[in-house]
């Protein structure tokens, strides 16, 4: 069993920055894929970023590519999702999601999931 945390979220102008963080629960941290999606209301849920296990390759949405970065802490069992340049599109909920064997952009395949951190960027 993996419990996700996520913290960071809040309130930022078009243009901010921001750093989500994700707490992983276990000893096994360095085995997950870990990966951030993010909602908005009425959208589908949707993929943003994903680090391998030992963080050696990571993967974004187009969307984000060139202004989030997703790092990875194995000692402090921690994920990161730093993002730059914010845009008011990016308002959501922020999604931590952990897999042993899975590391790509279906939601439907993580096993284990935060609670959610809300990112509002105001124009």
């Known amino acids: 069993q993996v419990q996700l945390v996520e913290s960071g979220g809040g309130l930022v102008q078009a243009g901010g920055s921001l750093r989500l963080s994700c707490a992983a629960s276990?000893?096994?941290?360095?085995?997950?894929?870990m990966g951030w999606f993010r909602q908005a209301p009425g959208k589908e849920r949707e993929f943003v970023a994903v680090?391998?296990?030992?963080?050696?390759?990571?993967y974004y949405a187009d969307s984000v590519k060139g202004r989030f970065t997703i790092s990875r802490d194995n000692a402090k069992n921690t994920v990161y999702l730093q993002m730059n340049s914010l845009k008011p599109e990016d308002t959501a909920v922020y999604y931590c999601?952990?897999?042993?064997?899975?590391?790509?952009?279906?939601?439907?395949?993580?096993?284990?999931w935060g609670q959610g951190t809300q990112v509002t960027v105001s124009s």
């Open positions: 999601a952990a897999d042993p064997s899975y590391y790509g952009g279906n939601s439907r395949q993580y096993d284990y």
């Open positions: 276990g000893r096994t941290f360095s085995s997950y894929a």
């Open positions: 680090s391998k296990w030992g963080g050696e390759r990571t």
